[in-house]
């Protein structure tokens, strides 16, 4: 006798488990002590612009804007697996209270993700608006409300085949949680609230009645779960192996001039290999461009020279760090190890690479710095930079490769 209860609490307890064993590496000692820095420097900051607002400012439209963003993103984790196409698709019918649960789980989580947005920007809000904070509880409670409706949509238009579908669905489902969101902020008459109330309850139904007697789409479900889970791989392969993640490449014909300028040689053969795995995987060139731009913006708001050094040498860390899992790349090749080249070259040339990569973010967050007219701190910055890539690569690297 099939037990939908018994399938959700194992799939859902596996999912709990495995994330919970990753997220051990991820939030090390190292880490938290980074992130505290980040939090406490970026809240004195935010708190010190806050004052400065304007009366006229227009809080309302940016958290609407922002707010907007996170309500439409408003999926059901599912956690349904690749076989389930096969296994699953007969019990359909039998699923509901599978899939209800799943919707309450992520609606859960994702309020709570809401719920820390909105209280990170409810400041803005109170400075402009002698309301202050008393409102809260009461706007929270509505978008948890337009939250649920949101992924009872983003449900429905998985009973589609069309990409269009889900494209349009985005757009429009944006715009009413962005005017809503807006109308909330500004207090506006109930009447135009409960007017986008309507249109939002017709807009779900009318999905609801062209999808009454289609299937599910199961490929997309799986899918989707998939991406989701393998952006958390990607994260949790920055700190330790995670045999589940499957590496994605691509081609960026655009970089080989830096290819180019590697000499054809023996002893030059892993850092060719290194640098192509960096430059094409997404993993490392989209994290160190991704660092690199909230460094360079960091620094360039900061307006104190003592935390400009600090920030930057935080943010080369932060790379180094999550580039150290470049290092295993190719472990599971066996023809690397047929290269007929001595082992210490493997370990140079990571080390060269290393030091090029943190070169550059070091002289584009010098840049940014000089933009400001700052040069004597930007002097230091590229000093700083020297010095910590020199302990970094060469001695804290050492002790946490397997070499």
């Known amino acids: 006798m099939f037990d939908d209860k018994k399938l959700w609490k194992e799939r859902a307890g596996g999912r709990v488990k495995d994330l919970g064993r990753y997220l051990r590496y991820i939030f090390n000692g190292h880490l938290v002590i980074v992130l505290l820095f980040l939090?406490?420097?970026?809240?004195?900051?935010?708190?010190?612009?806050?004052?400065?607002?304007?009366?006229?400012?227009?809080?309302?439209?940016?958290?609407?804007?922002?707010?907007?963003l996170l309500l439409t993103y408003s999926p059901v984790y599912n956690f349904l697996l690749e076989a389930d196409q096969v296994f699953l698709i007969p019990l359909e019918n039998k699923l509901k209270g599978y899939f209800l649960r799943s919707g309450v789980i992520s609606l859960a989580f994702q309020g709570y993700i809401l719920l820390m947005v909105l209280a990170v920007l409810m400041p803005m809000y109170a400075h402009i608006n002698s309301t202050g904070f008393r409102l809260f509880v009461p706007f929270l409670a509505a978008l948890l409300i337009v939250k649920a409706w949101n992924m009872a949509v983003d449900w429905r238009i998985?009973?589609?085949?069309?990409?269009?579908?889900?494209?349009?669905?985005?757009?429009?489902?944006?715009?009413?949680?962005?005017?809503?969101?807006?109308?909330?902020?500004?207090?506006?008459?109930?009447?135009?609230?409960?007017?986008?109330?309507?249109?939002?309850?017709?807009?779900?139904?009318?999905f609801f009645v062209r999808t009454r007697n289609m299937g599910l789409k199961w490929d997309k479900l799986i899918d989707g779960e998939e991406k989701r889970m393998a952006s958390f791989y990607r994260l949790a392969n920055m700190f330790t192996d995670v045999p589940q993640l499957k590496a994605t490449v691509k081609r960026r014909?655009?970089?080989?001039?830096?290819?180019?300028?590697?000499?054809?040689?023996?002893d030059k053969t892993f850092l060719y290999l290194f640098s192509r795995a960096f430059l094409r995987s997404s993993d490392y060139l989209g994290l160190f461009i991704r660092l690199t731009v909230i460094g360079a913006l960091g620094i360039y708001f900061i307006s104190f020279g003592l935390g400009q050094l600090l920030l930057s040498v935080l943010f080369l860390y932060l790379t180094g760090f999550q580039l150290l899992p470049l290092w295993n790349h190719h472990q599971n090749k066996l023809w690397v190890d047929l290269y007929p080249v001595a082992p210490k070259s493997k370990l140079a040339a990571f080390h060269k690479l290393m030091m090029v990569i943190l070169l550059v973010q070091t002289a584009i967050f010098a840049l940014f710095i000089l933009i400001k007219g700052e040069i004597l701190i930007a002097l230091l910055v590229l000093l700083a930079g020297a010095v910590f890539r020199f302990l970094f690569v060469y001695l804290y690297s050492k002790k946490r490769l397997k070499v």
């Open 253 to 266: 014909k655009w970089l080989d001039i830096f290819i180019n300028r590697i000499a054809f040689a023996e």
């Open 39 to 68: 939090v406490g420097t970026g809240a004195f900051y935010y708190q010190k612009w806050i004052v400065t607002l304007p009366a006229g400012f227009p809080a309302e439209l940016i958290i609407a804007i922002l707010i907007g």
């Open 158 to 206: 998985h009973y589609f085949v069309q990409p269009s579908v889900n494209r349009w669905d985005m757009v429009v489902r944006y715009f009413l949680n962005a005017v809503f969101t807006y109308l909330l902020l500004k207090q506006a008459n109930l009447l135009f609230l409960l007017l986008m109330v309507v249109v939002m309850a017709f807009y779900y139904r009318s």
